[in-house]
């Protein structure tokens, strides 16, 4: 399994009903019923990919993501993953609602705008980065909501959500000491586990 996937399953409790937003070939879910015995459904778009997923008899639904999330209803899962794909996604705050609303807590990953390669770029060259976690010209990417991690993190104190954990790594999904020091500045990815805000959470 991908390094980055073995992260997320970190993440997840035994036993879990999970959701796995954009899930690939589903990778994850096989793994987390195997050795987590989760509940598990992905929801995909890719054909191909969706065929692979029932080979490996994971649950699997398509749906567009930015067609929301309304056929869940709240509370449907306890944990709801998207793995880089929120800066993709048209409306990525009204996405993360919805990942809590349906959801207890929720893990996402994305890549750093941020990250000391992306600046250089820009500030040495005058163009929009290319690395290896974004190995995307400005024309053909299919991110359209580039971030930092302090952005995202803004964006979850502005919402009240709240960070359960926190990994950064590098391109490889590595941790490396100064990552842990300034985040934003020398990391490559980030894995947020998010849950509800405390006012909500104590309601339900």
């Known amino acids: 399994m991908r390094a980055d996937l073995a992260i997320i399953a970190e993440l997840v409790a035994p036993g879990a009903r999970v959701l796995?937003?954009?899930?690939?070939?589903?990778?994850?879910?096989?793994?987390l019923q195997t050795d987590k015995q989760v509940n598990g459904y992905g929801l995909e778009i890719d054909p191909d990919n969706i065929t692979a997923c029932l080979e490996k008899g994971v649950n699997v639904i398509e749906q567009n993501l930015d067609e929301g999330l309304d056929n869940f209803p709240d509370d449907s899962f306890d944990m709801v993953v998207m793995t880089e794909t929120l800066q993709s996604v048209r409306n990525p705050n009204q996405t993360l609602d919805e990942m809590l609303?349906?959801?207890?807590?929720c893990v996402?990953?994305?890549?750093?705008?941020?990250n000391?390669?992306?600046r250089a770029q820009l500030s040495i060259l005058g163009r929009m980065p290319v690395a290896q976690h974004l190995p995307h010209s400005w024309?053909?990417?299919?991110?359209?909501?580039l971030c930092t991690f302090n952005d995202f993190?803004?964006?979850?104190?502005?919402?009240?959500?709240?960070i359960i954990e926190r990994f950064v790594?590098?391109?490889?999904?590595?941790?490396?000491?100064l990552m842990n020091r300034f985040p934003n500045f020398f990391g490559t990815y980030?894995?947020?586990?998010l849950g509800r805000p405390h006012a909500r959470e104590d309601a339900v």
């Open 20 to 31: 796995d937003l954009g899930c690939g070939t589903g990778d994850l879910l096989e793994h």
């Open 108 to 114: 996402v990953t994305f890549p750093n705008f941020g």
């Open 169 to 177: 790594s590098d391109a490889n999904h590595v941790n490396r000491p």
């Open 139 to 145: 024309y053909d990417t299919p991110n359209i909501h």
């Open 101 to 105: 609303r349906i959801g207890r807590e």
């Open 116 to 118: 000391w390669r992306c």
């Open 190 to 193: 980030a894995f947020y586990r």
């Open 153 to 162: 993190e803004r964006l979850c104190s502005e919402k009240s959500l709240r």
